[in-house]
Nanobody
Framework: QVQLVESGGGLVLAGGSMRLSCAASGRYVSNYAMAWFRQAPGKERDWVAAISWNGNRAYYADAVKGRFTISRDTAKNTVYLQMNNLKPEDTAVYYC????????????????WGQGTQVTVSS
């Protein structure tokens, strides 16, 4: 079993920055690819970014490319999402997920999920 706990959400003005963290624990957690998803009210859960198990490869949705950066500290078993130049349309609950393949973009392909953290961007 893997446990994921997100933190770092809150309210920010458009154009601002925020960093989300996801602390992972459990057996073989370092072997998993990690991803961030987000879900706005009334919408589906969308994939945002993913990173390979060793942190060497990262992959981004077009909507966030150039503004968001995913990274992981393997020593701390923590994954980060640095979000810059935030826009009101980035407002959502952000979820951390763990899965076997960093190239997967569908929620059902991830095995473990955090509880989510709310990010609100005001204009």
């Amino acid at each position: 079993q893997v446990q994921l706990v997100e933190s770092g959400g809150g309210l920010v003005l458009a154009g601002g920055s925020m960093r989300l963290s996801c602390a992972a624990s459990g057996r073989y957690v370092s072997n998993y690819a990690m991803a961030w998803f987000r879900q706005a009210p009334g919408k589906e859960r969308d994939w945002v970014a993913a990173i390979s198990w060793n942190g060497n490869r990262a992959y981004y949705a077009d909507a966030v490319k150039g503004r968001f950066t995913i990274s992981r500290d393997t020593a701390k078993n923590t994954v980060y999402l640095q979000m810059n130049n935030l826009k009101p349309e980035d407002t959502a609950v952000y979820y951390c997920a763990a899965g076997p393949d960093w190239l997967q973009q569908q929620a059902y392909e991830y095995d473990y999920w955090g509880q989510g953290t709310q990010v609100t961007v005001s204009s």
